[in-house]
């Protein structure tokens, strides 16, 4: 049997804080679209007759029916495929959720909290999902495989714990007890980063995502599993640290950070050195791939305060001020910036 295993696409997500850049959210939910186009249409290609969607399908406060109705259009497509949702915590099975309330295809198979076991031919799929925003019910250990012989499969959203102490607000499974249970193969969601039994996310949230994103194909053939991944994600988000000691002015900046080779990639740049000028760059006048810019550059420090220029006696008097605590660093490094750019001109 043939299957695809995919999880934590957030359909809808709002993105609002990966950019600076206004048009960001949007660009990146069409880009959800694709992802998870891609991955039907991996499964018309190679008549995938799975397909394991292992929870944060969409984001519970921001998803719209159209969107709703996008994903059980192209469910449509995949008529022979069965189709396996448990639902995970940005996509819980409440009652006011889509998951209730909607007409979904009938190859559409959604869990709850309880546990259920499918049997389709050879096939045992177990599973379950959230009935929350947070869960911790201990539902695996519930399961017992009662046909070895079978291919038997897990799908649920959960955070594998490594330790003895199992707790924690996300459905924490013990590896131990999963391991133990003998399954086949475990689908899982929650985490983003992909990863034994998690595929990661479908597409990267953003720069604490870092690399290439998509989904699991996997075939199973005489209980012998072969998995590969496919990528689904035409992007990845990249951070690079840019020095700009050597750069006297803001054009000369944005003429710099317009060169460099972005290609296709997403990326938040750190600027850091020592900064010459006054950096209050207008992100309109950068190429479009670098979303975010962040300043973490320090003040050029050659000043001399032991002369009797009005610079000197400037800076003196400021330095006074933050000995007396009668103005903050913060405000300390604005005023002597701007002394220095009015004193040196
Ligand atoms: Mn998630």
Not at 149 to 165: A, F, M, P
Not at 168 to 176: D, K, Q, R, T, V
Not at 297 to 303: N, V
């Amino acid at each position: 049997m043939k299957f695809i295993h995919l999880a934590d696409v957030h359909f809808d997500a709002p993105f609002t804080v990966i950019s600076d850049r206004a048009e960001l959210g949007q660009i990146r939910r069409l880009e959800q679209r694709s992802a998870f186009k891609k991955a039907i249409d991996f499964i018309k290609e190679n008549k995938v007759d799975y397909l394991f969607i292992s929870g944060d399908l969409y984001e519970q406060d921001y998803v719209r029916k159209s969107t709703i109705n996008y994903i059980n259009d192209l469910f449509k497509e995949i008529k022979d495929t069965r189709i396996f949702i448990s639902p995970g915590n940005h996509d819980p099975y409440i009652n006011e959720s889509y998951y209730s309330t909607f007409n979904w295809e009938s190859n559409v198979k959604i869990f709850t909290q309880d546990v259920e076991k499918v049997e389709i031919d050879d096939v045992n799929i177990y599973g379950y999902g959230f009935n929350n925003y947070e869960m911790n019910l201990n539902q695996l250990e519930k399961i017992n495989i009662d046909e070895k012989d079978k291919i038997n499969i897990l799908v649920s959203h959960g955070t594998i714990i490594e330790s003895n102490e199992i707790n924690g607000i996300y459905n924490p499974i013990s590896a131990n007890t999963l391991k133990n249970k003998g399954f086949d193969y475990v689908a899982l969601g929650h985490i983003h980063k992909r990863d034994k039994y998690y595929p990661g996310s479908l597409i990267s949230m953003g720069f604490d995502e870092l690399g290439e994103h998509g989904f699991i194909y996997g075939e199973i053939i005489n209980k012998k599993v072969n998995t590969q991944f496919i990528k689904a994600d035409d992007r990845e988000f990249k951070e690079l640290d840019f020095d700009i000691s050597d750069i006297y002015s803001e054009d000369e900046l944005i003429e710099k950070l317009n060169q460099i080779k972005t290609e296709n990639n997403l990326y938040k740049i750190n600027l850091i050195g020592e900064r010459n000028f006054i950096i209050n760059l207008n992100i309109k006048l950068i190429q479009k791939n670098i979303i975010k810019i962040k300043n973490k550059t320090k003040l050029k420090m050659e000043i001399k305060e032991n002369n009797n220029s009005l610079k000197g006696i400037s800076i003196k008097q400021l330095n006074q001020k933050l000995k007396n605590n009668e103005i903050d660093k913060n405000k300390y490094d604005k005023i002597l910036e701007l002394t220095l750019k009015i004193l040196n001109n």
